[in-house]
């Protein structure tokens, strides 16, 4: 049974990149019919971004039918505004001020149809930052959490677009309770999402611990850790695992499994607190036991003592993992460029379901006709529409 409890909900995504799209794909995903609105004739930028943005088009945009407008024009306006009038979420993630240029903004759709939800997706919420343009990787040097992630004196962007998708996913939320709040009232709302606020939602975790303990936290790479052991170690044969020891019970079940009861035994190592304390003692000890076995091993032994490790793994090792693969949840998804690949869906489970994919990434314009056509639109209209590129 396809889970969509989203199914009968219709959202116009004006969006690119990675935050707007992200916020529509979770929509899809959910069962939405999401119309993503491209620029006529060319098409969403996206499509032609390389290097490591190369696949951002096709992971981002999977479950969504595509139309492409010439929004600058009469013709292609109307159309938009045609669309809104039977859109229940229309999102955006354009500059500031550019769907209010279009005729497009918030106050212009709610005069087209009140009941649509507006959710403007930004570089930072209302406040003297919010003229500014703003990327991913700008706010990650704007709240910290570049300085967080790389060494001392070497600040460093996290390893994914963390701060475009935790935007795109707080807008989800943020429409989904304008949507409740549209069933009480019949109206719907303006929701704001930004890159800025969601980044410092995230960092705001250290915020808390220097009021804490009074002192500015370091780097991730030197912080003080606040388990006796979470690191990775060296294993026989060189290489790499990680292994949380992070509780009393972990500690037990280490020493137990590789017999090593004087360990257990020892006062400076009972609880974690005094691990912590006398970590310099303790990491002797755990990398002798890691440097004895292969990694496979060591995995084996952990897996089946209850304690946390993980290879270190690189992203396409995902492809053929057994958790991943399980139960529908990779899903075969064609690129642009024409290769299938399986790629994660949403990382839900309804009623022992996961979401399916419906929709392939669309082609550029490749439902225009039939979403013209929903609209009550006649072929000769449609025709007109496409010889005049308002339309593609």
């Known amino acids: 049974m396809a889970v969509t409890p989203l199914a009968g909900l219709v959202v116009l995504e004006f969006a690119h990149t990675i935050m707007g799209p992200s916020c529509g794909l979770v929509l899809g995903d959910l069962g939405a019919d999401v119309i993503h609105v491209e620029p006529s004739p060319e ?7 390389r290097g490591f943005a190369a696949g951002f088009f096709s992971y981002f945009n999977r479950n969504k039918r595509s139309i492409c407008i010439d929004l600058k ?8 505004r045609d669309l809104v009038a039977r859109a229940d979420v229309v999102l955006e993630n354009f500059a500031p001020g550019a769907m209010d240029r279009l005729g497009l903004g918030w106050e212009d759709v709610h005069r087209i149809n009140p009941r649509t ?4 997706l930004k570089g930072f919420l209302p406040g ?29 962007r996290a390893g994914s ?20 709040e549209r069933d009480r009232t019949g109206l719907g709302s303006r929701v704001t999402s930004a890159l800025y606020e969601s980044c410092a939602f995230m960092v705001a975790q250290h915020m808390a611990g220097e009021i804490v303990t009074g002192e500015p936290p370091p780097p991730m790479p030197i912080r003080r850790g606040a388990w006796g052991i979470y690191e990775v170690f060296r294993t026989k044969g060189g290489e790499n695992l990680f292994i949380g020891i992070t509780s009393d019970p972990h500690w037990e079940r280490f020493c137990a499994h590789f017999k090593r009861p004087e360990w257990f035994a020892d006062a400076r190592f009972v609880t974690n607190g005094d ?17 004895a076995h292969t990694v496979k091993e060591l995995a084996a032994a ?3 003592a209850s304690i946390p490790f993980s290879e270190v793994r690189k992203p396409h090792d995902l492809f053929e993992d057994a958790q991943m693969n399980a139960n529908g949840r990779m899903l075969e998804t064609r690129m642009l460029q024409g290769q299938v690949a399986k790629f994660p869906t949403l990382p839900l489970d309804i009623n022992g379901e996961s979401p399916t994919l419906r929709h392939q990434p669309p082609l550029a314009g490749e439902h225009t006709d039939e979403i013209l056509a929903g609209l009550g639109y006649d072929r000769t209209r449609i025709s007109a529409l496409r010889a005049s590129k308002r339309v593609s």
């Open 43 to 49: 098409g969403d930028r996206t499509r032609k971004l």
């Open 73 to 80: 024009s009469p013709e292609g306006l109307a159309v938009a």
């Open 117 to 120: 939800v507006y959710c403007a």
């Open 128 to 156: 003297p930052y919010e003229h500014r343009p703003a990327l991913d990787e700008i706010v990650q040097y704007q709240t910290g959490m570049a300085y967080m992630t790389g060494p001392p004196g070497q600040p460093l």
């Open 161 to 180: 677009s963390v701060v475009d998708i935790m935007g795109g996913v707080m807008g989800v939320v943020g429409i989904l309770a304008a949507l409740r």
């Open 275 to 291: 691990r912590v304390m006398n970590k310099e003692a303790l990491r002797p000890l755990v990398a002798e036991v890691a440097a």
């Open 302 to 304: 952990l897996e089946a």
